[in-house]
């Protein structure tokens, strides 16, 4: 079991960055590879990125591939989504996920725990 908290949304012009932050609960946070995905209003939750559990591998949607970085503290319990270069079309909530296994997911049937979400408006 694992809790999920994000912060560090806010509202944003063009060409601007944000740093998502998402605090986990429990102490097995390292054996959870961990995503972060995003939802518009009346669109589908889209994969954003995510990381392996111990950081080895990381991966990207297309849309903010050379543009967002995730990484993961897990001496802290904490994953980071660092946006830059933002885009009207990042505005969405943000939602942080956990997941087990052995391979890191990138579709969200494959996260068992999630966080409530910080909202991202970016403005032109």
């Known amino acids: 079991q694992v809790t999920l908290v994000e912060s560090g949304g806010g509202l944003m012009q063009a060409g601007g960055s944000l740093r998502l932050s998402c605090a986990a609960s429990?102490?097995?946070?390292?054996?959870?590879?961990m995503g972060w995905f995003r939802q518009a209003p009346g669109k589908e939750r889209d994969f954003v990125a995510a990381i392996g559990r111990d950081s080895s591998s990381a991966y990207y949607a297309d849309s903010v591939k050379g543009r967002f970085t995730i990484s993961r503290d897990n001496a802290k319990n904490m994953v980071y989504l660092q946006m830059n270069s933002l885009k009207p079309e990042d505005s969405a909530v943000y939602l942080c996920?956990?997941?087990?296994?052995?391979?890191?997911?990138?579709?969200?049937?494959?996260?068992?725990?999630w966080g409530q979400g910080t909202q991202v408006t970016v403005s032109s």
């Open positions: 429990g102490r097995t946070f390292s054996r959870f590879h």
């Open positions: 996920a956990a997941a087990a296994g052995i391979i890191t997911p990138r579709t969200p049937d494959e996260y068992a725990f």
